[in-house]
């Protein structure tokens, strides 16, 4: 199994322990993504609910998003969420394009920006923007990804990067 979906479990079912455990950080947390989702709050949290909670706190639109996206099967023009970026990189300054064409022919102008997608749109971010995101900034490592990363999708490294970033935002922050 893909680790990336197996942190994923493992995080649906910390957050079944701190919502059963009625963790006040926690259930504020859940709060605010059903109200973002327009999910119902259960009246009895089951892991069902943690593992859509799961998915939404790192971006995606469900558990089944996140699945989707995570473990590779996505196609040309699926929605990618928003796993790439996050309140961490709100402030900073960043290329936007509608189309994967349009970001990838900016990429091959400016060697010193990565494409990142973003929901159906892509993002051309620099250093700064992957420092904020805690993701390795190895030169090799980006050069090998062509600092693209929907050309080397679900790719060893990809999967290693989006490890990385799902590791900077541990769900475990709320059982302090």
């Not at 649906?12 to 009625?22: C, V």
């Not at 892991?47 to 995606?60: M, S």
């Not at 997608?117 to 062509?146: C, I, K, M």
Request: proline share 3%.
């Amino acid at each position: 199994m893909n680790a990336l979906i197996n942190e994923l479990k493992t995080r649906a079912r910390l957050w079944l322990t701190l919502l059963q455990s009625d963790n006040v950080n926690a259930r504020k947390r859940a709060q605010v993504l059903c109200r973002q989702q327009r999910w119902d709050i259960p009246d009895g949290w089951q892991l069902r609910h943690c593992f859509n909670l799961a998915a939404a706190d790192i971006g995606f639109s469900h558990w089944e998003h996140a699945r989707h996206v995570l473990s590779g099967q996505v196609q040309a023009g699926d929605d990618m969420g928003d796993f790439w970026h996050g309140p961490e990189v709100a402030g900073l300054s960043n290329l936007w394009y509608a189309t994967y064409a349009d970001a990838e022919m900016q990429l091959q102008v400016d060697p010193h920006l990565c494409l990142l997608p973003y929901r159906r749109q892509f993002l051309l971010v620099s250093t700064h923007y992957l420092e904020a995101l805690q993701l390795n900034l190895d030169a090799g490592l980006w050069h090998g990804l062509q600092r693209n990363l929907m050309l080397t999708y679900a790719s060893p490294a990809w999967q290693a990067l989006a490890l990385q970033r799902l590791q900077s935002s541990r769900v475990d922050r709320f059982a302090q």
